[in-house]
């Protein structure tokens, strides 16, 4: 069943569900207070925000299905390269409010300078958003450091903007009647990373014995019929499943030694819809810190050669 469509809860499930994850994860871990908070915080406005574009129309786009699954079939993403036209000022006031929650947070004056840069235009809202949804990351650090911003915040903070419009594409775009070249083509995706954006798994999901990849900007979900490196497919002795604290054996890390590469592998009753990854990811950050302290890390996002795209 490689991609696997799933359904988005009511917004007031999706929130109570949150509060439930936030309240356990404070008992066991009262240390983590204040990342929760801000936590809570960017993800009611990511909420909030995906109500918005939920509600509205999404950007026309002339991506027909079959030449997305010719896309999928070469292995590219169906996003990747693509001109997606944004809803510029809805986004962009969203972008200052997440700057603002950020600096409210705890992040101070190096959030509300990137703040003041998008609302007085020395950043391009458009270009930024742009580039997070292509996943193009060199672009964006690069900008930011050009104009003596944090590039880690405004990575973040274009991320958490374009996010809930990653996500109502990749759900409108993936849908498709069984039986038709891009059910197919989706039904074929066994890659590490994204079949809608390209970005690396952020973690692994398991439910019922079947270990979904989650991607944790526009929420896909996939499961490759190999038991390998998510990152360069090693499938032999150099890839290791291994559970840090042997009393929860429910939470794993994936490591290679072929790349140096880890994922967090967990196990769950139900899989989480958007954008409550970002809680199951700061569930898992022992693991984060686990994989570390063994030198593991996680490799840059994927860039993809796109080519000029065919006619018709
Ligand atoms: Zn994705
Ligand atoms: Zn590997």
Redesign the pocket.
């Known amino acids: 069943m490689p991609y696997l469509p799933v359904a988005q809860p009511p917004r007031h499930e999706l929130v109570a569900s949150a509060e439930r994850r936030w309240q356990v994860l404070t008992d066991a871990r009262p240390d983590l207070r204040p990342a929760v908070e801000l936590q809570r915080g960017l993800l009611t406005l990511v909420i909030d925000l995906a109500a918005t574009i939920d509600g509205g129309r999404l950007p026309r786009l002339s991506l027909p299905p079959k030449y997305l699954a010719a896309k999928l079939t070469r292995g590219v993403p169906i996003l990747a390269g693509e001109p997606i036209p944004l809803p510029a000022q809805l986004l962009k006031s969203s972008l200052v409010r997440f700057c603002d929650e950020l600096a409210a947070g705890g992040a101070g004056e190096v959030a509300r300078h990137i703040g003041v840069a998008i609302d007085t235009g020395r950043i391009d809202a458009g270009s930024l958003l742009t580039a997070s949804l292509s996943r193009d990351e060199n672009t964006i650090r690069i900008g930011a450091a050009h104009l003596d911003l944090a590039p880690d915040l405004t990575w973040l903070v274009a991320e958490l903007t374009v996010g809930p419009l990653?996500h109502a594409l990749?759900r409108t775009l993936f849908t498709t009647a069984p039986g038709t070249p891009l059910a197919d083509a989706l039904a074929a995706w066994n890659r590490g990373y994204?079949p809608?954006?390209g970005?690396w798994g952020a973690l692994a999901e398991v439910v019922g014995g079947h270990r979904l990849l989650r991607?944790a900007?526009?929420a896909?979900t996939w499961e490759r019929t190999i038991y390998a490196c998510v990152y360069c497919d090693e499938e032999g002795e150099a890839f290791v499943t291994a559970a840090p604290d042997q009393e929860r054996t429910d939470r794993r890390i994936e490591v290679c030694s072929s790349c140096g590469s880890y994922l967090k592998t967990i196990d769950v009753d139900e899989i989480s819809p958007f954008p409550l990854i970002a809680i199951a990811d700061m569930e898992t950050m022992d693991l984060d810190v686990a994989a570390m302290e063994h030198h593991y890390g996680r490799p840059p996002l994927k860039a993809f050669k796109t080519g000029p795209r065919a006619k018709g």
């Open positions: 990653a990749q994204c809608a954006c970005s991607c900007f526009c896909a």
